[in-house]
């Protein structure tokens, strides 16, 4: 089985500060990793996607995320963030074989303040 | 042109009753989901189906009953309702490809249910 850990539940930042979310995960199997992004009262949208290849990601709203098979972690970054940004980012897991079952951790609350 | 939608998308109702909520997709996608988001923002699988056919069914009391009519639509069918039901839950769809991609899970808006 796979598990996510987002030990951060909050992160405060100010506006066009750099910020990085962290998420670790378990698995005995090989695994696709995820960064989903929800805004208040939405569902859920994908900011980026790790499956193989390059372990540095770049996804949408200039976020990136380096895959970390040592540390098994998959970290998410924004150089420099906007009020916008504002919103719960979920990292979420699942193994790369067999139809995909997500797993999310709990979610990272990133408050971004002027 | 919404990709996934629900409906309701609030649901206020008494313990005991039977509630459904309804997804649709107009992505052409093959696999739908059904999510549970908790109180604490927590989101947990509940239930996959691929071409009608259900292929992940976590341990969800039976009360809830998913039902698929055709590929575009899957609707969740809740019985005998319970404070403890009480959630967001979120439907998705992705198009599950031959190989090992994983696609991109699209997720709908949401239905808040309060059970009172």
């Known amino acids: 089985a796979q598990s996510v850990t987002q030990l951060d539940s909050q992160v405060p930042v100010f506006e066009e500060a750099p910020v990085e979310l962290r998420c670790n995960y378990s698995s005995s199997v090989s695994v696709y990793l995820f960064w989903y992004v929800q805004y208040p009262n939405q569902g859920l949208q994908l900011l980026l996607k790790y499956l193989s290849g390059s372990t540095l990601v770049k996804g949408i709203n200039g976020f990136e995320a380096e895959f970390n098979k040592s540390q098994t972690s998959f970290h998410l970054r924004k150089p420099s963030v906007h009020i916008s940004d504002t919103a719960e980012y979920f990292c979420a897991v699942s193994r790369n074989t067999g139809f995909q079952k997500l797993v999310f951790g709990t979610g990272t609350r990133l408050l971004v303040s002027p | 042109d919404t990709a996934v939608s629900q409906t309701p998308k609030y649901l206020v109702t008494q313990m005991g009753n039977d509630k459904s909520i309804k997804c649709e997709q107009n992505?052409?996608?093959?696999?739908m989901y059904w999510y549970k988001q908790d109180s604490k923002k927590f989101l947990k699988i509940m239930f996959s189906y691929n071409n009608k056919e259900l292929i992940i069914n976590e341990t969800v009391p039976n009360r809830f009953s998913p039902k698929s009519p055709d590929k575009a639509h899957l609707n969740l069918h809740i019985n005998s309702l319970e404070l403890g039901d009480s959630a967001v839950y979120f439907c998705?769809?992705?198009?599950?490809?031959?190989?090992?991609?994983?696609?991109?899970?699209?997720f709908g808006p949401g239905t808040r249910l309060t059970v009172l």
């Open positions: 998705a769809s992705s198009q599950v490809t031959s190989g090992s991609q994983a696609d991109t899970q699209y």
């Open positions: 992505l052409g996608h093959d696999t």
